[in-house]
């Protein structure tokens, strides 16, 4: 692959997605990233590398998004050949299903998909690479993720923009974390066509707070009651229900943030990188 084709794949990256990057591996045909990058189907899915964090317990923890260049057709891409992390001890986390990008609304200014799963690397890791490579459309992108200093991500809270993550509970507990490394569940039993209900339980000094469920992992689409949530208390229970359409092992995403700084928009504060809160249930359905 040519090197200008590799730079117009990294500038693409750079501007559906802010401090988001990838680079082309291998590829049968790019043409279609020049003319309209944004169609109803038939795009390719970028994975995006959104930054890093450090630990107190001096770990580090790498963030990877993604932005898929279609309005309409979601990308189910299993753990493999075609969706992998190296090195293979991080292998697994990451999502097998890509949503649409998201349309611009009122109340909705980001186009990619934020920081939806992350690694954690040891204290030693120095300049090594957490490499995430995905196959779509016939084309294999990979995004290395590392120490870079200028991606460093304020976590939990940030003294620039007065922000902080709400805290929260995926069962009946009170919400008592908070973050991108992920509050993980489960997993839950289900059935098939049977609703199984999720609760997320929220604490944050301003209410407002907005909440989007989505399909993690999973070998068959599925469906929720209500997938987007926002609450007009500071502390409060949101809650909805999750429905299989096929036995198999899931993982469903809840994403909570707060931001209101900007017309009172609290997805807003995702192009800011900080701050919001990952959750995540597994969920073994059977038929």
Not at 39 to 47: A, E, K, L, M
Not at 252 to 257: D, L, W
């Amino acid at each position: 692959m040519s090197s200008h084709v590799k730079a117009a794949l990294v500038l693409l990256a750079i501007w559906v997605g802010g401090w988001g990057w990838a680079t082309a591996q291998t590829s049968k045909s790019l043409d279609l990233f020049n003319e309209d990058p944004l169609r109803p189907r038939g795009q390719n899915v970028i994975p995006l590398y959104d930054g890093w964090f450090p630990n107190p317990d001096g770990t580090f923890t790498l963030c990877f998004g993604y932005f898929n260049m279609n309005t309409e057709q979601s990308i189910d891409v299993p753990v493999g050949a075609g969706n992998r992390i190296e090195p293979a001890i991080y292998d697994g986390v990451q999502p097998t299903h890509f949503d649409p990008v998201p349309a611009p609304t009122l109340t909705r200014d980001y186009r990619h998909h934020w920081c939806v799963f992350s690694v954690t690397v040891p204290e030693d890791f120095g300049n090594a690479d957490v490499i995430w490579s995905l196959e779509t459309q016939g084309n294999t992108l990979s995004v290395p993720g590392s120490l870079i200093p200028s991606y460093v991500l304020d976590e939990q809270a940030t003294s620039g923009r007065d922000a902080v993550a709400p805290y929260l509970s995926l069962n009946d507990d009170p919400p008592g974390f908070r973050g991108r490394r992920g509050l993980w569940e489960g997993p839950r039993v289900a059935r098939v066509g049977e609703p199984v209900p999720l609760i997320a339980r929220i604490s944050h000094p301003e209410a407002g707070t907005w909440l989007n469920w989505t399909l993690h992992q999973g070998p068959a689409a599925m469906e929720f009651s209500q997938a987007e949530i926002r609450l007009d208390s500071a502390a409060g229970v949101a809650m909805t229900t999750a429905t299989f359409s096929e036995p198999g092992s899931y993982v469903v995403r809840v994403q909570a943030i707060n931001d209101t700084e900007r017309r009172n928009e609290p997805t807003y504060g995702f192009e800011f990188y900080c701050c919001w809160t990952n959750g995540y249930v597994r969920v073994d359905v059977t038929e």
